[in-house]
């Protein structure tokens, strides 16, 4: 593994897919510019809107959204992680949210559908259902080793109040976790940049937290402060409230020097 400069995006995504892809585009030229060799949108990426209107272009949205993500990676010749994105499942009517990570080749080196489903009441008075249309993912999502970016876990959003997840993450040689999300304005005022932190402390890694931003459509508000954290739990780069990106670097005796100096991962008592 070798120091290189990851960036997490940060975007307000709309009800328009190819609106959605051309601010990507936009802001994956601009972590490239800057340096980055690692790159990741958030949740829901190329279509954020209401629940029917997503699923009414689905199978559109799933091949545009593959596309434009091994055309990204092979152009700016940098490794994409598609935060998520919704792909049909079969006889069900119902979509994964699906998460993949695309190498400079263009071929997708790893790819996750979200476990943890948010079927929450927030106290705002919004109420989600994820589950009326998304399907939970069963599999636990797997580490991708790169001999240069290092091994790179994958997670999507409400995941991150599973802290078994990322243990597992962990225990399977995770050396940075992302963590791609459209966090709820209203929860992310107080969860989430603290959940995020505890992620990466309690596991010693890198995290890398691409986040939708604003309004995204009627009265859905995202929290934003795209992050990349270090596995001392120090904020590296944070986004703030608008559309841009957050680029720190990732550096692997910086990881090393905490985990000797924490060695929290080695006093592990029940796995
Ligand atoms: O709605 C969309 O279009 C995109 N998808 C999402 O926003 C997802 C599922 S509803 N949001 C979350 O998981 C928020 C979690 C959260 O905010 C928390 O854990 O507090």
Redesign the pocket.
């Known amino acids: 593994m070798k120091s290189y400069l990851a960036a997490a995006i940060q975007m307000t995504s709309v009800p328009d897919l190819y609106k959605n892809l051309a601010q990507a585009e936009e802001l994956i030229e601009l972590a490239v510019r800057r340096g980055a060799e690692l790159v990741g949108l958030p ?2 990426f190329s279509f ?2 209401e629940e029917k209107d997503k699923l009414a272009q689905v199978e559109s949205i799933t091949r545009e959204t593959e596309q434009f993500l091994k055309k990204m990676a092979q152009r700016f010749q940098v490794t994409i992680l598609g935060g998520s994105f919704p792909v049909l499942v079969e006889g069900t009517g119902k979509v994964y949210n699906t998460s993949t990570l695309i190498d400079l080749s263009g071929l997708e080196i790893a790819r996750y559908q979200k476990v943890h489903l ?1 079927d929450v009441n927030v106290p705002d008075g919004n109420t ?1 259902r ?1 589950s009326s249309t998304v399907v939970a993912g069963t599999q636990l999502p797997s580490v991708y080793f790169s001999e240069e970016l290092g091994g790179i876990g994958l997670s999507v ?2 995941d991150v ?1 599973f802290p078994e997840l990322y243990r597992h993450l962990s225990n399977k040689g995770a050396d940075v976790m992302f963590i791609p ?4 304005a209203f ?2 005022k107080d ?1 989430w940049q603290v959940l995020l932190q505890a992620r990466a402390i309690e596991n010693t890694c890198y995290v890398i937290a691409p986040a939708q931003t604003g309004t995204n459509y009627a009265r ?1 508000q995202t929290h934003g402060h795209a992050v990349i954290i270090d596995p001392w739990g120090v904020i590296l780069a944070d986004a703030g409230e608008k559309p841009g990106i957050a680029i720190a670097e990732i550096n692997p005796s910086r990881l090393e020097q905490v985990r000797r100096q924490m060695p929290s991962l080695q006093h592990r008592v029940f796995g």
Do not use: K, L
């Not at 999300?181 to 709820?184: I, K």
């Open positions: 949740e829901n954020m809107g948010f989600y994820e959003c409400y109040r999300a459209a966090f709820t929860t992310g969860h859905r």
